[in-house]
Structure formats: C-alpha cells, structure tokens
C-alpha cells in the first residue's frame, strides 16, 4: 500500500472517530459554545434569542456596547440590560425587541440637565433632511447626525427631537437611541442609555454583579419561551379504569425543565369543570421536565378535556389533550 494512500485512510478513519464521539456527546455539550457568548468587558453572558437578536446587527458593539446583566424574567418578559440599550421579550415566541430608551429620556430629562435649542440658522442648511417622529411631525437631522442615521436607521428608530444643546453638548433624541457629537474627536457617539435605565429605575442592583468566565454560571441559559406537550392513553375508557397522563415541558432549545409547575383542569363536552375524582390538580415536572401520571376514569359518559397549564420563571405555556369514556 502507497504512503499516500495510508495517509488518506487514516484521515478518513479519524474524521470517521470524530463525527462518531459527536454523537455520543450530551447534546448541551454541541450547542452550548455557539448558544452563548460571555463578555470580558463586563462579566455578563448573551444567549438564545437574544443572542442572535445582537448578532444580526454588524455593529452590535457601537449600537449597544456590552450587556451590564444577564437576561431575567420579570411580569412575563425577559429582559436584559446593555451599556446603551434594553432588551426586552414577551412571553410565546415574540421575537425581541429595543425599548424605546430614548423618547423616555426626552420625555424624562433628569433635573441636572440644562436643555437648549440649536440655532435656527444650523438647523435650515443644506446640511440637514427632514424626518418625520411618529406622529408625522417632520424634524431636522443634520450633518454628521445625518450619516449617522442614514446608517442605523433600523436599529434607532423614528426621530423624536430636533437637534439639542444639552448641557453645551449637541444631541438628538431617536426612539432606541439618544445621539451625542463629539467635537473634539469629530464623531457620534450613542449614549449610555441602558446604564442610564438601569440607575434611574432599576430595582435590584444585584444584576449588575458579574459572572465568571469559566464553569456553570455564564452557561446557564435563560428561558425565553417554553413548550408543553401532553398526551393521554387510551384515548377511550371505561368508568373505573385508569388513564395515563403524560407531560413535556421545555425551553426554546428544547430541552426538559425541571421543577416547572404544572396545573391540570377537567372541563366536559361543553367545557364545563369536572366533579371529583377530576377536579384541578397541581404538580411539578421531574428531573426530565415530565410529568408522568395516572388518572381514575370517573363515572362519565362523553369526552373529558384535560388543559394542562405550565409555569416556569413566569413564563406560562399550555396544551390540551383528551380521552372518552365508554359506556
């Protein structure tokens, strides 16, 4: 055999090994480098929908800098909070969105700042366009917070204001974003927005301390959204008998969550309650994200819906299954 062919069997032979280990990894070990990234800067990880939300954009550092905390649950959204922005997620699949942090610092100026119109003469050059803020008004936006807007228009959002003198430093206020210019370094720069956020309305403080970059704290994901499933077998059954109900409860990547709360309501054919033995019920899902039970099939005649209602860092999910009683 060739020296040429033997070196081509044995790299056959080990990308062959290589895919085969691949398989054998726990499936946690294959997404989790690429499902999140950890931010030296700050001490803070991004994963999940969030991660790809701040991926999509090439300039995702300039337009929100690094995130100041991890994602959390509160009322039914997630958030998180960036140097420059918010990121905010309803409960489902909503995908992400930027909270409109700079009509809330125009709206909500603090009472050190000191806020003056540009001259009328600036503002009507040939350096400037028109645009209109939500309500159709036009505003002016002018020399270099024009190219800047041309460029992230998408990510900024409508305009809000003219062109401002706050504190002798000139700004426009945009729905994500508020603008500075830097005349010295002759450039823009957006404001800080998120960390402005933060100190002025956040009430845990505690978000703000960092992770470390190795080991199980930056790697554990947030929940963004779940999905419940349920089934029951047989599907038909007589009164005295037992039902067997089973329940899968996971995340966005699909994978079980442990210790989500479960609550299972009976309704008849025209979606009234059930009596006892199939009154509401409450549990809690398993090591696999399961619940795995037996129900008594009540003296009934007819279809029994079973609603299976979900909860996990307040995020709820649902799902419905049934079975009928045979006579």
Not at 221 to 234: D, I
Not at 267 to 279: E, Y
Request: hydrophobic share 40%.
């Amino acid at each position: 055999m060739s020296l040429k062919l033997q070196r081509t069997l044995g790299l056959l032979l080990f990308l062959a090994l290589a895919a085969a280990l691949a398989l054998l990894l726990p499936a946690s070990r294959l997404w989790a480098a690429e499902d999140i990234r950890y931010f030296p800067q700050t001490g803070h990880s991004v994963q999940g929908d969030f991660l790809d939300f701040y991926r999509a954009w090439p300039d995702a550092a300039l337009l929100f800098g690094y995130p100041i905390t991890e994602a959390f649950q509160r009322q039914g959204q997630t958030l998180q909070y960036f140097q420059r922005a918010l990121f905010q997620q309803g409960a489902g699949n909503a995908p992400p969105t930027l909270a409109n942090l700079g009509r809330y610092f125009y709206e909500h100026p603090g009472q050190a700042l000191h806020r003056e119109p540009l001259p009328q003469n600036f503002l009507n050059s040939g350096g400037c366009k028109a645009f209109p803020d939500v309500q159709g008004e036009p505003h002016p936006v002018c020399y270099e917070f024009l190219r800047f807007y041309r460029q992230h228009r998408a990510v900024l959002g409508q305009v809000v204001s003219d062109p401002l003198l706050e504190n002798g430093v000139p700004v426009q206020y945009f729905e994500e974003a508020r603008l500075e210019y830097h005349a010295r370094e002759g450039r823009v720069v957006i404001s800080n927005l998120g960390e402005w956020y933060f100190q002025r309305n956040e009430p845990d403080p505690r978000l703000l301390q960092a992770r470390p970059s190795g080991g199980e704290a930056p790697l554990r994901r947030s929940v963004l959204t779940m999905r419940v499933m349920a089934s029951v077998s047989p599907v038909l059954a007589h009164p005295g008998e037992q039902v067997h109900l089973l329940v899968w409860v996971t995340d966005q990547l699909g994978r079980p969550l442990s210790g989500a709360a479960i609550r299972l309501q009976f309704t008849d054919t025209r979606g009234n309650p059930l009596a006892a033995p199939l009154t509401p019920q409450a549990f809690t899902t398993d090591s696999q994200g399961r619940l795995d039970i037996r129900l008594p099939v009540p003296n009934y005649r007819g279809h029994i819906a079973v609603g299976v209602s979900a909860t996990f860092g307040g995020i709820t999910g649902e799902a419905e299954t049934a079975f009928r009683v045979w006579h």
